[in-house]
């Protein structure tokens, strides 16, 4: 009996296409959560939706849903990720495991499967979290993490509110987040790391997934002359700030463990070259797999920014962004993943996930886990990032093989 496998045609094909969607002048991928480039990735995934027949329904946060009704009112087998980017993405974070769940529905639908519950697929908004914090939002708000009154009021980095550009966008949907409550959730992901590609593994099957920790730190000095103030007499936010990147990254480095620490966005006032910055805000993500280790890591950098603020005589204020602790995938559902790569003969290893992701949210609410496939060079977030059109299909063929096994309506086993 030949082996079902998606239309890798297909999926390649809308993989492409929903990778040009949304470039801004300098080609650059930019669909940040809500905008109006956003808006059009959002069309096009409800366009494909409806091409293949399925009920579409949009909850109050945005979040997208194909629905295939299967049999009866069975709790939903649901797979998919999320299609917002960040600045300059490449093509493959969140939209893969969005187009590959539609593959996956649309195969088996093509082939007269007869699942015994409906199948979903998902697209979750804000899940890179860029323009409005937390990341994961959608997912989070759907799970039941966060009140979807107070995540509509969130104001962007640029000022706007999340409910109104929703609204704008006409994405601002009626269902009430979690609606629709899964038998189980699956979410094929790019791996956005190096370790598959290192040791020449084609699959991840994904057990747990680090904490984040997110703050914004704001640091007030005084502005003065760049050439007339004495080093003794400054109060520069600017070096305070050059400090904790440097504390971070040293700390970090030194720890021997999987500890990461990045500042990723910064900016001075008056931010010009001649006059001492009076003002530093910039972001911290913390991350670790181990929630003890991440709770030292955060006490460690607030002790470092008391004796900075002593020592530099600055003002320093923090601001909570996000914090999730570290998420433990379905034992079974790994298992199935395993067993499915092992039947089509793909070499296989267990793995924990670096990057955030909607699993880790919809995990609250229903037995979930993740596969991951290769990124080159592990690279991500970057337009550099890619991936094999051979591991992009054998993800989606262990996604499929999965969904079937889940689909039968019992709970892994
Ligand atoms: O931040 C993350 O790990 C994810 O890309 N949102
Ligand atoms: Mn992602
Ligand atoms: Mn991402």
């Known amino acids: 009996m030949s082996r079902r496998s ?3 045609a297909r999926l390649l094909g809308r993989i492409s296409t929903l990778g040009e969607i949304g470039r801004d002048a300098e080609g650059r991928l930019v669909r940040l959560a809500a ?3 956003e808006k059009l990735g959002r069309d096009q995934f409800v366009a494909w939706l409806e091409e293949v027949g399925l009920e579409v329904a949009v909850d109050r946060i945005g979040n997208i849903f194909g629905i295939w009704n299967g049999a009866g009112e069975e709790k939903p087998l649901m797979i998919g990720s999320h299609i917002d980017t960040v600045i300059n993405a490449g093509i493959y974070d969140g939209c893969y495991g969005v187009l590959a769940g539609l593959e996956v529905i649309q195969t088996l639908k093509d082939e007269g499967f007869e699942p015994s519950r409906p199948i979903v697929v998902a697209a979750f908004t804000n899940e890179e979290g860029v323009r409005y914090a937390p990341d994961m939002m959608g997912s989070l708000v759907y799970s039941g993490g966060l009140d979807v009154a107070a995540a509509l009021k969130t104001v ?7 409910g109104d550009e929703l609204a ?10 979690g609606f629709l409550r899964p038998h189980a959730y699956v979410e094929l992901h790019i791996e956005q790391g190096p ?3 290192r040791e020449g593994v084609s699959v991840g099957a994904v057990e747990n997934l680090q904490g984040i920790s997110w703050q914004r730190v704001t640091i007030d000095g005084d502005a003065n002359h760049a050439g007339t103030t004495p080093i003794s007499m400054r109060r520069d936010a600017g070096y305070a700030a050059a400090r904790v990147i440097a504390f971070l990254r040293d700390r970090a480095k030194a720890s021997n463990t999987p500890t990461v620490a990045t500042v990723g966005c910064i900016a001075f006032e008056p931010n010009a070259i001649n006059v001492i910055p009076s003002r530093a805000t910039f972001t911290i ?11 030292e890591e955060e006490a460690a950098l607030a002790a470092f920014l008391e004796l900075l603020s002593a020592e530099e005589r600055v003002g320093i204020s923090v601001e909570r962004l996000a914090r999730f602790e570290p998420v433990k995938f379905d034992p079974a559902i790994v298992r199935l993943i395993e067993a499915a790569a092992g039947d089509r003969g793909l070499a296989c290893r267990r793995m924990t996930s670096g990057a955030g992701h909607d699993a880790q949210m919809v995990a609250r609410i229903a037995p979930s886990a993740m596969i991951f496939v290769p990124s080159r060079g592990g690279i991500s977030h970057n337009p550099k990032e890619f991936t094999t059109d051979v591991d992009l299909v054998a993800g989606a063929n262990i996604l499929l093989d999965v969904v079937c096994g889940l689909a039968t309506g019992e709970r892994p086993e």
């Open 6 to 8: 998606i239309d890798p």
């Open 35 to 37: 905008s109006d480039s």
């Open 156 to 162: 962007g980095t640029d000022g706007t509110v999340l």
């Open 168 to 177: 704008r966008i006409g994405y601002a949907g009626t269902d009430a987040p």
């Open 195 to 197: 370790v598959l590609e």
């Open 285 to 295: 993500d913390l991350r670790d797999p181990d929630e003890d280790r991440l709770k």
